[in-house]
């Protein structure tokens, strides 16, 4: 059974490109959430998506925005990079109907540079 | 507003002693708290959560946590450290209906020889 998956690994941009992470969450869960993981830091909450919607979201402005696929997969756009982008990006999935305690799973991140 | 706050950025601990990871909390109603662990190169891994019921909470790898709400505090303890235990450790909550994990800044576990 794999668990939740990123992809790609590592990933180097210039400012003002465009990036999109992507995320298979962990077999039958259907909720995904993704964090920036800046160096030194806690993860921080940037949205969760669940039916394909975006249902929560952080404080991250519109430059970032999501998609969850009808298999819950799920991707991360981020537009117009700045170099404070620059971070670990983590994806995590868990089942909604387990509720909010459910545990959720992290897949390894993907690392962002923005030069 | 809700926050969680790990006071200690590093701990160096030597093979075999005992370790207490300090995490203290701010929420209006008692929240769900969590400790994850983070090796270099590897997902964030649960290893143990609260939520209500006995405070004191067995994780895995050996670890355990105390919730005491007078002090509005998580900490997580383990009796013998072992030099695999080297890594960053995260405590993190949330409540109510909100799915938004608020996380701590982390503190990084070094282990002495």
């Known amino acids: 059974d794999a668990g939740v998956t990123q992809s790609p690994t590592h990933l180097i941009k210039t400012r003002g490109q465009q990036v999109t992470l992507r995320c298979s969450p962990k077999s039958g869960h259907d909720t995904v959430s993704w964090y920036q993981q800046a160096l030194g830091q806690g993860p921080q909450f940037i949205f969760q998506?669940?039916?394909?919607?975006?249902?929560q979201r952080g404080n991250f402005p519109d430059r970032f925005s999501g998609h969850q696929f009808p298999n819950y997969s799920s991707e991360l756009n981020v537009n117009a990079l700045l170099l404070g982008d620059s971070a670990l990006y983590l994806c995590a999935s868990s089942l909604r109907l387990a509720g909010i305690t459910d545990t959720q799973y992290f897949g390894p991140g993907t690392r962002l540079t923005v030069l | 507003a809700q926050s969680v706050t790990q006071p200690d950025i590093h701990i160096t601990v030597s093979e075999g002693a005992s370790l207490e990871l300090r995490c203290n909390y701010s929420?209006?109603?008692?929240?769900?708290l969590f400790w994850y662990v983070q090796s270099p190169g590897q997902g964030l891994q649960l290893l143990l959560k609260y939520f209500s019921g006995d405070t004191l909470v067995q994780g895995i790898k050996g670890f355990e946590a105390e919730f005491k709400r007078s002090q509005s505090s998580f900490n997580l303890r383990k009796p013998s450290v072992h030099w695999s235990d080297a890594a960053e450790y995260f405590c993190?909550?949330?409540?109510?209906?909100?799915?938004?994990?608020?996380w701590g800044a982390g503190t990084k576990l070094i282990i002495k020889p």
């Open positions: 929420y209006g109603a008692t929240p769900y």
């Open positions: 998506y669940y039916e394909e919607e975006e249902r």
């Open positions: 993190a909550g949330l409540s109510g209906s909100n799915y938004q994990l608020i």
